[in-house]
């Protein structure tokens, strides 16, 4: 139950595509649910956030989609570059605790 | 941009042999967290810190770690003993919102025990 569902596992997009990439939960108390992104050799970096009380975030071309009653997520990359190719996680959290459960990751390989 | 910084950034050691690694949160953070992924897999908790104290720790967060706060600006986590399959990148991550929120990674240390 405190798993998170990544896929695909590997994603192969052409420069200015869209790059989509899924997660799934089961636990309910999640409610903070955030993507990283990790270059080779590089700590994951904060990339965007949701809460479960709104439907989409937006920031520049990185759009969240959440689906509470389905319990998934997804991250939507607009208008893909190859500067974009890099490893995805997501990630999921309760409030009472300061525990990241990661996904397993997507390798996202933009081709120019 | 304030960064979390982490020394070394790669660390070989013997196995058995007690190490190290070092980590500077961001200054005005109150959440210390550490994470380790081996190599080509998900990152996974160790354990987090908050008021001086172990929060929560994972199953992987054994006897053999333990994690200290020693002055005002550090935050270590140590290993005993080493093994082989401790060899992974340890990650130090910081926030400032509460638990878990916008967690802030450092580089990463890689151990590798040999």
């Known amino acids: 139950q405190q798993q998170v569902k990544q896929s695909p596992q590997s994603l192969i997009v052409q420069k200015g595509g869209i790059s989509i990439i899924n997660c799934a939960y089961e636990?309910?108390?999640?409610?903070?649910f955030p993507w990283y992104q990790q270059f080779p050799g590089k700590g994951p970096a904060l990339l965007i956030a949701i809460r479960p009380d709104v439907s989409e975030k937006k920031e520049g071309r990185f759009t969240i989609s959440f689906n509470k009653s389905a319990k998934q997520f997804s991250l939507h990359i607009m208008d893909s570059q190859p500067g974009d190719s890099a490893t995805y996680f997501c990630?999921?959290?309760?409030?009472?605790?300061?525990?990241?459960?990661f996904g397993q990751g997507t390798t996202l390989q933009v081709k120019p | 941009e304030p960064e979390v910084t982490q020394t070394p950034s790669h660390q070989v050691t013997q196995m058995g042999q007690e190490v190290i690694l070092r980590c500077v949160p961001i200054?005005?953070?109150?959440?210390f967290y550490w994470y380790r992924q081996i190599l080509g897999q998900k990152v996974e908790f160790l354990v987090s810190?908050?008021?001086?104290?172990?929060?929560?720790k994972s199953e992987i967060f054994d006897d053999q770690f333990s994690v200290e706060r020693p002055d005002g600006s550090n935050f270590t986590l140590k290993i005993r003993s080493t093994k082989l399959e401790d060899s992974a990148m340890y990650f130090c991550a910081s926030s400032d919102l509460g638990r878990g929120r916008r967690a802030f990674f450092g580089q990463g240390t890689r151990l590798t025990v040999v």
């Open positions: 200054s005005n953070h109150l959440y």
């Open positions: 990630a999921a959290s309760r409030s009472n605790t300061g525990k990241l459960i």
């Open positions: 636990n309910t108390a999640f409610d903070y």
């Open positions: 810190f908050y008021n001086n104290e172990i929060s929560e």
